[in-house]
């Protein structure tokens, strides 16, 4: 099932949900020390840095994609070509709710982290935090130059393989819901 969505109401949305992550990665998080950031809460079970190493990894993935498809529209011969509504896309939909948390803050559906996006046991915890919150202060940015590009016609490929595109608007929602369930889970490690 597809979802409409008003193109700027959605934009908005994304940032005060970015704008979220990034008070918790502030306020819980930054003046922490490692021991709390790196105790693993059970056997197998992944520490807060370990989350947020999780999250920067696909970051170091999905924000240079963006950030250049974004570019790359802005800088053609066309004029950029925004669109008042954009329109979620089967499967990136699907993907996104498969990511997003329940209510309770608990993951959704269990799944497994491909090895390459697996963290590290030995992390420097503060390096992790602080580069946690440069790619959310990033992702903001460019959720503000989304404003001037179509977010439907816009496709960037996954980390599944570049055979598996989605639209631009169902990258941004799709990384941030999965941003949301590590999230949660980070809170859960410290508490």
């Not at 008003?6 to 704008?19: A, F, K, M, W």
């Not at 503000?144 to 590009?149: C, G, K, N, P, S």
């Amino acid at each position: 099932m597809s979802l409409k969505f008003e193109t700027p109401v959605l934009l908005d949305q994304l940032h005060r949900q970015v704008e979220a992550l990034l008070q918790i990665a502030r306020h819980q998080f930054l003046n922490i020390s490692d021991e709390i950031l790196l105790r693993q809460p059970a056997p197998g079970k992944w520490s807060v840095a370990q989350c947020l190493d999780h999250l920067n990894a696909y970051a170091r993935f999905y924000v240079p994609a963006i950030e250049n498809a974004i570019q790359g529209k802005l800088s053609g011969s066309l004029p950029p070509n925004p669109s008042p509504v954009f329109k979620s896309g089967w499967l990136g939909n699907y993907f996104t709710n498969m990511m997003l948390p329940k209510a309770d803050g608990q993951a959704g559906m269990k799944m497994q982290a491909p090895k390459a996006y697996r963290p590290l046991a030995d992390l420097d915890a503060g390096k992790v935090v602080h580069e946690f919150i440069e790619w959310q202060e990033k992702i903001n940015a460019l959720l503000d130059r989304a404003r001037l590009v179509n977010l439907q016609q816009i496709k960037i490929g996954t980390t599944l393989g570049s055979w598996l595109k989605f639209s631009l608007g169902d990258t941004f929602r799709f990384v941030i819901a999965h941003e949301q369930r590590h999230m949660a889970q980070a809170l859960r490690a410290k508490a």
